[in-house]
Each structure stands twice: as structure tokens, then as C-alpha cells.
């Protein structure tokens, strides 16, 4: 069983910075993770993953360049750090691990926490 407990949301104006964090306990060892995004009145979708030794990464495509994704393996914490920001960014934010593909969700997620861009 694998329990995820994210934190950093809050609220912030365009141009600025977050930084995301999620606490992972349990059985996480191999497994890639995640952060997903659902925007108001959206669904749900990929934002970006790392594989677990942290050289592999893959972001959607508006993100790249502005969010970064890293993992501390002896925390157990994945971090999502946001620069930038634009108001097309707000979200609640989810981290999510398991094995399936890259960008694809596993079975494991967070509460999440919610992201809000101002302009």
C-alpha cells in the first residue's frame, strides 16, 4: 500500500513560483511518478513524470521549460517546481506513482492541492 500526501499549493501571481511537494510511505521502490493537473471544469491530465533513479523525465508540452520534476528517493518526496506561472496553470494538483507507462497514472494518489494564477 503506498499513501501520498501533497503540499505547496496555494495562491500566486502570474510570472511567479511554487514549488509542490509530495510525501510518499509504502511500497514505492521502482515505480515512476507523477504529478497530474485538473483544471477547473477539465479532466484530469499528465503535467509530468520522473523515473525512479530521476534520468528519465517527460513534461507536457506547455510546461516544458517552466516546471521541473525531481524525487529525493532517501525522503521519499517528489517535488514539482513551477516557474512562471500563468493563469492557465490553475489546477488542484495531484502526485500519483505505480507502475504503468510513464505517462500514465498508476494506481496511487494523492489528496491533492490546489494551484491558483492570478493575472
Known amino acids: 500500500q503506498v499513501q501520498l500526501v501533497e503540499s505547496g499549493g496555494g495562491l500566486v501571481q502570474a510570472g511567479g513560483s511554487l514549488r509542490l511537494s509530495c510525501a510518499a510511505s509504502?511500497?514505492?521502490?521502482?515505480?515512476?511518478a507523477r504529478w497530474f493537473r485538473q483544471p477547473p471544469g477539465k479532466e484530469r491530465e499528465f503535467v509530468a513524470a520522473?523515473?525512479?533513479?530521476?534520468?528519465?523525465?517527460l513534461y507536457k508540452d506547455s510546461v516544458k521549460g517552466r516546471f521541473t520534476i525531481s524525487r529525493d528517493n532517501a525522503k521519499n518526496t517528489i517535488y514539482l517546481q513551477m516557474n512562471s506561472l500563468k493563469p492557465e496553470d490553475t489546477a488542484v494538483y495531484y502526485c500519483?506513482?505505480?507502475?504503468?507507462?510513464?505517462?500514465?497514472?498508476?494506481?496511487?494518489w494523492g489528496q491533492g492541492t490546489q494551484v491558483t494564477v492570478s493575472s
Open positions: 520522473i523515473s525512479w533513479s530521476g534520468d528519465s523525465t
Open positions: 500519483n506513482t505505480g507502475p504503468a507507462l510513464i505517462h500514465k497514472a498508476g494506481p496511487y
Open positions: 509504502g511500497r514505492t521502490f521502482g515505480n515512476f
